[in-house]
T-cell receptor
Framework: NAGVTQTPKFRILKIGQSMTLQCAQDMNHNYMYWYRQDPGMGLKLIYYSVGAGITDKGEVPNGYNVSRSTTEDFPLRLELAAPSQTSVYFC???????????????FGEGSRLTVL | AQSVAQPEDQVNVAEGNPLTVKCTYSVSGNPYLFWYVQYPNRGLQFLLKYITGDNLVKGSYGFEAEFNKSQTSFHLKKPSALVSDSALYFCAVRGSSNTGKLIFGQGTTLQVKP
């Protein structure tokens, strides 16, 4: 049972480069989220999705884009990498129905990105 | 706006002693509160939650949390700490919309020494 899978685990980018962080879940969860984690700052929500074809901004969306063409996949794209985007990125998902949506999230193991 | 605060960056405790990791919250309406744990180089794992009911909530690995509405607190506790409990702990509150979004505190590092 894979759960939430993130790739790559580590990546170094140069300023101005672009890349996509991949996230896939096999639990048939409609809700998916991207967070970034910075030391002493906790986790900040970048984007989220409540179902295929539906995405919305979180607290810190600038510099990022997402798409949700399938229930399983929720990639996060960085178009013009900046040093401020150096962080650890976590993808998470949660179950479908509102009655089940008590907030428990299932996290991937993270993608550590460094922009130099 | 919903928010949570964890006033301690780090908590140090000796193995076998009780531990408390503090969390206070600010929400409009009824709070949905959570604790997550993060081990080094891993994603966050769910520990426990308070939705409604008993103020003392029991969770994984022997942890429990006490909901106190008057003090707007949701402190994480364990009667006897283990070295293996050493990790980063996050308190979280569910956002106001029904989208499952969680708002996280800044995290508290728990160090349990033998």
């Amino acid at each position: 049972n894979a759960g939430v899978t993130q790739t790559p685990k580590f990546r170094i980018l140069k300023i101005g480069q672009s890349m996509t962080l991949q996230c896939a879940q096999d639990m048939n969860h409609n809700y998916m989220y991207w967070y970034r984690q910075d030391p002493g700052m906790g986790l900040k929500l970048i984007y989220y999705s409540v179902g295929a074809g539906i995405t919305d901004k979180g607290e810190v969306p600038n510099g990022y884009n997402v798409s949700r063409s399938t229930t399983e996949d929720f990639p996060l794209r960085l178009e013009l990498a900046a040093p401020s985007q150096t962080s650890v990125y976590f993808c998470a998902s949660s179950p479908v129905a509102a009655s089940q949506n008590t907030g428990e999230l299932f996290f991937g193991e993270g993608s550590r990105l460094t922009v130099l | 706006a919903q928010s949570v605060a964890q006033p301690e960056d780090q908590v140090n405790v000796a193995e076998g002693n009780p531990l408390t990791v503090k969390c206070t919250y600010s929400v409009s309406g009824n709070p949905y509160l959570f604790w997550y744990v993060q081990y080094p180089n891993r994603g966050l794992q769910f520990l426990l939650k308070y939705i409604t009911g008993d103020n003392l909530v029991k969770g994984s690995y022997g942890f429990e949390a006490e909901f106190n509405k008057s003090q707007t607190s949701f402190h994480l506790k364990k009667p006897s700490a283990l070295v293996s409990d050493s990790a980063l702990y996050f308190c979280a509150v569910r956002g106001s919309s029904n989208t499952g979004k969680l708002i996280f505190g800044q995290g508290t590092t728990l160090q349990v020494k033998p």
